[in-house]
């Protein structure tokens, strides 16, 4: 369970989050949504550590990431997978390397082990017989599979996934949020997914977080968004013509 | 002032992280040798044509600035071994490879930022700044003195090809030339400052792709900078190196 409280951040005078409180569930894949500029990728970043926020406590099952030191932190990242909003597979590795790259760095693992879950997830995301490509040799979809695979890898606690289905095609998009929720109910893991595809959200989200100018703004399930009466999210919702569609 | 202070404290916290101690030396083992064929055995080529041509241009051009006939030919071999060896083998293959390798490592690690995968390193837990830029600084330091050996040979080759095919200084006067008041000193100066251009051509590009940020067009910029900064610098410490090591 990932834990937020009073997290606060500012660039120079702009105010970008402010006292977002948050519990993001063990084994259920949790929602961030919002428009962009609102802050959700910010939000992300500050969980992550790649941004410190100006106040405020992250707790990654009660260990406070914000209160630790710089060995603290790196024991606590190696218990996250990142999936980019782009990938960010290494380009001068194979598909293969690319997975086994964090079990290289960060586990103790002997060369069996590690060629075993190699290919493991490279089967779990269906990847096994593109293990000898390059990232350019890729489709965008593929790209994805890979950074979960890679993201997974390690056997992470909590998984992060920024935007992953934008670049895709819906049928693609479907695939990708199916697997990202499998993958967390099947490791029991806490999972936070940055979107504005509001398929993902009535897919996946068995938590939503709705970010509208910095603040936490609402917060419900899949269920509940559909029935809310929040004039900013039903405006956000509206406009991602998600509902027009339904109705077509 | 304030943002040459600003850019030379971030360079050497950037080489303090870089310098601190590897997660997995294995990993860093076998970068390091792909960075060794990459910036080493890969300049070889350029450096040798360039290193011929070097050669011949200045037995050539020491020849047509022999007017008086009690200067000795041998002169000539003389000349071009001690310019080989004292500076254009160590300062203008270091500019090459600024140019090459430099514009080659800032844009690789700046194309790396603007595609966040160093962000990603950073989020599993991995030195970003170590494992992308400790194995390209350590290959250059030990690949650059051993390709600036080579230049030094190929280039006194050079003269001696115009020895051979020209009539402006005879095959045996050239090599009693080149073998003339030989000191070895003038050759550990010359691997010592090229070891100093080497960290100089890898750092300086590798500080400015990992600091890019933006676009594509960004990364270019960056690039640029590496190159030009990392010339100029490597020609400063050439001066400064001179003034202590050989005056």
């Not at chain 2, 494992?131 to 050996?149: D, Q, R, Y």
Request: charged share 20%; hydrophobic share 45%.
């Amino acid at each position: 369970m990932i834990e937020v409280h009073g997290l606060y951040k500012s660039f120079g005078d702009k105010e970008v989050l402010k006292d977002i409180n948050a519990r993001f569930e063990t084994g259920k894949t949790s929602l961030i949504i919002g428009a962009s500029g609102s802050g959700k990728s910010t939000l992300t970043r500050c969980l992550v550590g790649l941004i410190d926020p100006n106040e405020g406590h992250v707790l990654y099952d009660g260990r406070d990431f914000l209160l630790m030191g710089t060995k603290e932190r790196k024991r606590i990242r190696k218990e996250i997978g990142f999936l980019f909003q782009h990938s960010a597979l290494f380009d001068f590795m194979t598909v293969e390397e690319n997975v086994r790259f964090p079990l290289d760095m960060l586990t103790n693992m002997s060369k069996k082990e590690k060629d075993n879950r190699v290919a493991f997830v490279l089967e779990r995301v269906e990847l096994s017989h593109a293990h000898k490509l390059h990232p350019s040799e890729l489709s965008g979809g593929m790209k994805k599979r890979v950074g979960i695979a890679r993201a997974i890898s390690p056997k992470p606690r909590y998984l992060f996934c920024d935007e992953p289905n934008s670049g895709l095609d819906p049928q693609t998009s479907i695939v990708i949020d199916s697997l990202i929720q499998e993958i967390t109910h099947e490791n029991d893991i806490t999972t936070l997914v940055i979107t504005h595809d509001m398929n993902s959200v009535i897919e996946i989200g068995e938590q939503i977080f709705f970010i509208h100018k910095g603040e936490l703004w609402w917060e419900g399930t899949q269920h509940e968004i559909l029935k809310t009466d929040n004039k900013e999210l039903l405006s956000f919702v509206d406009a991602s013509g998600f509902l027009t569609n339904k109705k077509g | 002032m304030a943002a040459f202070l600003f850019h030379l404290g971030r360079y050497m916290i950037l080489m303090w992280r870089v310098f601190s101690r590897p997660e997995k030396l294995s990993i860093y083992r076998k970068r390091l040798f792909d960075e060794m064929v990459s910036l080493g055995i890969d300049s070889l080529g350029i450096i040798m044509v360039i290193s011929v041509f070097m050669g011949a241009v200045i037995t050539i051009q020491t020849a047509a600035n022999i007017d008086s006939a009690f200067i000795p030919t041998y002169t000539i071999g003389f000349t071009t071994r001690q310019s080989t060896i004292l500076e254009f083998s160590p300062t203008i293959m270091a500019l090459i490879l600024a140019g090459k390798i430099g514009s080659n490592i800032a844009s690789e690690i700046g194309l790396m930022r603007v595609t966040e995968q160093i962000d990603a390193l950073e989020i599993m837990g991995v030195n970003s700044r170590a494992f992308l830029i400790l194995p390209k600084v350590v290959a250059a330091v030990l690949i650059n003195p051993f390709l600036v050996v080579i230049s030094m040979f190929v280039s006194i080759g050079g003269g001696y090809l115009i020895a051979m095919f020209s009539d402006i200084v005879t095959i045996a006067d050239y090599v009693y030339g080149i073998q003339l008041d030989f000191r070895f000193y003038h050759v550990v100066y010359a691997l010592s400052k090229s070891a100093v251009f080497a960290f100089i051509l890898t750092s300086v590009p590798a500080y400015q792709g990992y600091y890019a940020s933006g676009s594509a067009l960004e990364v270019g910029k960056a690039s640029t900078r590496g190159v030009v900064q990392s010339s100029i610098i490597i020609l400063v410490a050439n001066y400064i190196i001179t003034q202590l090591f050989l005056i």
